[in-house]
């Protein structure tokens, strides 16, 4: 997970509790994204950033806000956590180019757990 | 509508024997099809991809079918080792929005028993 940064770790949330999950990176890529992981469903999209100042929405956008102030940075904010965002969460970033792709590298991930 | 299926969610195989896990899509405009592997408590890592315009890839002990009119792949690792021990998630990519966006399967669970 070189290269992409996740704070905190851990969180555990009161129901309506507010929280931002930072991500940073040190390569210099232009796309970030963060991605829910649940029991048995794969890495869904929440947000990602196709360059610094721009964000859009990806599958499961609701009850999130994203910030994309810099390059290096894409924060995650809950606003008013709820149990369904129980969840891990990743940030990745747009990486090199292998195999005529662009691989998505990840973070290590936040585990949050709202009561 | 899930566009990509994993529809084995565990398997289990012997060191030293191939392991195969496998993918099924159902969207046409899906460009790139990618495999991640992911141990506990850590992000998913990259392992391998396939062009839609490419039938097979090869990288060391893992090569990646596509069969473009079943709209199926495949990954296989021969030989399985136990450090292959991993969820494994099957990806497809598009572009869109200025960014190539991914969307994950429910992944496999490999055990390689030694």
């Known amino acids: 997970n070189a290269g992409v940064t996740q704070t905190p770790k851990f969180q555990v949330l009161k129901t309506g509790q507010s929280m931002t999950l930072q991500c940073a990176q040190d390569?210099?890529?232009?796309?970030m994204y963060w991605y829910r992981q649940d029991p048995g469903m794969g890495l869904r999209l929440i947000y990602y950033s196709a360059s610094e100042g721009t964000t859009d929405k990806g599958e499961v956008p609701n009850g999130y806000n994203v910030s994309r102030l810099n390059k290096r940075e894409f924060s995650l904010r809950l606003e008013s956590a709820a149990p369904s965002q129980t969840s891990v969460y990743f940030c990745?970033?747009?990486?090199?180019?292998?195999?005529?792709?662009?691989?998505?590298?990840f973070g290590p991930g936040t585990r949050l757990t709202v009561l | 509508d899930q566009q990509v299926k994993q529809n084995s969610p565990s398997l289990s195989v012997q060191e030293g024997r191939i392991s195969i896990l496998n993918c099924d899509y159902t969207n046409s405009m899906f460009d790139y099809f990618l495999w991640y592997k992911k141990y506990p408590a850590e992000g998913p890592t990259f392992l391998i991809s396939i062009s839609s315009i490419k039938d097979k890839n090869e990288d060391g002990r893992f090569t990646v079918f596509l069969n473009k009119s079943a709209k199926h792949l495949s990954l296989h690792i021969v030989p399985s080792q136990p450090g292959d021990s991993a969820v494994y998630f099957c990806a497809a990519s598009h572009f869109q929005g200025g960014s190539e966006k991914l969307v994950f399967g429910k992944g496999t669970k490999l055990t390689v028993n030694p």
């Open positions: 990745a970033i747009e990486g090199g180019r292998r195999f005529l792709v662009n691989e998505q590298f």
């Open positions: 390569m210099n890529h232009n796309s």
